[in-house]
Each structure stands twice: as structure tokens, then as C-alpha cells.
């Protein structure tokens, strides 16, 4: 055994039980900031009401909190099943895959609910860049710009193709023009914004470089595929 390898093995082990127990800490504070608006919705979302729970913002942060657990459970289902069939890289590839879903299906939620005059108020198109910017304010600009954050953060972790920062602002920028699309085709009350793209974009790369570190190679495509099994020696 390698000693000088257990040793470098450790501090890293340690760095990544630290990180993560800094990140449940600060999702417990959050949650502990925000615990009284979510509440609000606890009752309605616990009796399986849609008005209350599903069509509030409240209710959607909510269920996605409540389903954290679930996502956890479905990210070591499918880590198990690939370290069985001797797929490397099993932890990354399963966790990327559900935290592509679980952190963006909320936030595209978020953006399809219709508004009061939802399909009576005429569409609405905003194409002049940086117009819109003022109007958002901090917590609009923050929200637009977690849209497609987890998407950013994990694709390059998940597919070798999108590892890199202008592949990344192309697929931040492709799925907010079809969200803002299907709001105007839908008209849902909301403004098609060309700022909503920019801000949805940026925030796809920004959460992609906060990964950089873990994006995956050309050179890791073929570990998609389970190891060979060694043939029995004759």
C-alpha cells in the first residue's frame, strides 16, 4: 500500500465532509430565514390541494425542500446500480442527473404559472436589451439568474459535450428563449424579456465555472460503459 497516497487521500476526504457539512448548515439556515412563508403553505401542500401549494411560490420551494430526501435517495439508487455494473464515475454521473431535475423543474415551474390576466391581457415582448434590468430589481435579478443555475452546474459534470463555458452560455440562452417563447405562445400574462435570456444565460455559466473543477473529459466518455469483466484463466 501507497502510504504517501492514503495520506493525500485523507485531507481530501476530510475537505469534502467539511464542504458538505457547510452546505447542509447553510441550507438549514436558509430554510430557517424562510421558514414562516413556507409554513403558510404547509397546510394546503400536506392535503394534496393544488390552489395554496402548487400555484404559489411559497407551496412550489416548499415541495422541493420536502422532496430533497427523495432526490437523495434516487441519486444512491442509481450510484449503487452503476458501482455494480463497475461504471466509474458512478457518485458524479447519478448525482448530476438528478440535480439537473430536482433544481431546475422547480424554477421552470416558477416561470410557466400564469398571471391574474393569464389568456385575456394581450402578450407582451420586451426586446431591447438592459431595459428590463432596472424594473427586475435584486430579487428578480437573483431569481432569473437561479433558473438554469443547476443546469449549468451539473451538465458539464454529466456530459463531456457541454464541458465548456461557451457551450454552457449556448444552452443557458437556447432553454430561456423557449421558456420565453412558450410564455408568450401561451400567453401567460408575462413578459417575454430578450433581459430574462441574458440573465438566465449568465446565471448557467456562473454555476458552470462554480463546477469547473468536476467537469468531465472527453478522456471519462467511455466510462458510461461498465467494466469488462476479466475472463476466467484457463
Given at each position: ?22 452546505a ?21 401542500c ?131 428563449v ?9 400567453r ?35 466510462s ?11
Amino acid at each position: 500500500m501507497n502510504h504517501n497516497a492514503s495520506l493525500s487521500a485523507s485531507p481530501r476526504r476530510t475537505r469534502r465532509i467539511v464542504l458538505f457539512g457547510l452546505a447542509i448548515l447553510g441550507m438549514a439556515s436558509a430554510v430557517f430565514v424562510v421558514r414562516r412563508p413556507l409554513m403558510m403553505s404547509a397546510p394546503m401542500c400536506m392535503a394534496g390541494r393544488w390552489h395554496g401549494c402548487f400555484d404559489t411560490f411559497n407551496g412550489v420551494v416548499l415541495m422541493t425542500l420536502v422532496a430533497l430526501p427523495l432526490a437523495a435517495l434516487v441519486v444512491w439508487a442509481l450510484a449503487r446500480r452503476r458501482r455494480v455494473a463497475g461504471v466509474t464515475s458512478a457518485w458524479r454521473m447519478s448525482l448530476a442527473e438528478v440535480g439537473m431535475v430536482h433544481g431546475t423543474v422547480p424554477f421552470l415551474w416558477l416561470t410557466m404559472m400564469p398571471g391574474a390576466g393569464a389568456g385575456t391581457v394581450p402578450n407582451r415582448v420586451s426586446l431591447v436589451p438592459l431595459r428590463d434590468l432596472v424594473t427586475m430589481g435584486p430579487l428578480g435579478i437573483v431569481g432569473n439568474l437561479l433558473v438554469f443555475a443547476a443546469l449549468g452546474f451539473f451538465a458539464p459534470m454529466r456530459f463531456a459535450a457541454l464541458a465548456s463555458v461557451p457551450r454552457i452560455l449556448a444552452l443557458g440562452a437556447g432553454c430561456s428563449v423557449l421558456v420565453e417563447t412558450a410564455q408568450y405562445v401561451l400567453r401567460l400574462d408575462r413578459v417575454s424579456s430578450v433581459d430574462d435570456v441574458l440573465v438566465n444565460a449568465a446565471g448557467a455559466v456562473l454555476a458552470a465555472l462554480a463546477s469547473r473543477r468536476w467537469w468531465r473529459t472527453a478522456t471519462e466518455a467511455p466510462s458510461d460503459q461498465p467494466r469488462p469483466v476479466p475472463a476466467p484463466a484457463g
